[in-house]
């Protein structure tokens, strides 16, 4: 009998220090979200502020300089981006043109040596 209300103490205990850890923890956890989502917002509203400032400024740019009579800046934009997406292509077909040339190259020198080394052998009466 005096071990069943040791028992039961000891559950009671047990049940008392589990719950305040509980409340603990649940306070700590609430602290670092509150925290986490107060420097989230933070950095959004900061990077929101700076890609919205530059792209108003790259706006007032190509509006300023780049944009041809009667062109918006977003035609301008989408102009450009045509113009550079062409000359992409045309470089990676250039860059192709050369490589296959600087192959053409490397395989006839590699005939012309591998026909000299057959002329020298030839000549020296190994074949």
Do not use: C, H, P, W
Not at 2 to 27: D, R, T, W
Not at 66 to 85: C, H, I, Y
Not at 93 to 117: F, H, L, P
């Amino acid at each position: 009998m005096a071990k069943s209300k040791l028992v039961k103490a000891n559950v009671k205990i047990a049940e008392g220090v589990v719950s305040g850890y509980k409340k603990i923890e649940e306070g700590v956890v609430g602290g670092y979200r509150k925290i986490e989502e107060g420097v989230v917002g933070g950095y959004r509203k900061i990077e929101e502020g700076a890609v919205g400032g530059f792209n108003k400024m790259t706006d007032r740019f190509v509006e300023n300089f780049l944009t041809k009579e009667g062109e918006s800046a977003e035609e301008a934009k989408a102009r450009m981006a045509a113009e550079q997406t062409a000359r992409e292509e045309k470089s990676a077909a250039a860059r192709e043109e050369r490589e296959q040339r600087q192959k053409a190259v490397a395989e006839e020198n590699r005939q012309k040596a591998e026909d000299a080394r057959l002329e020298a052998r030839r000549k020296a009466g190994l074949e």
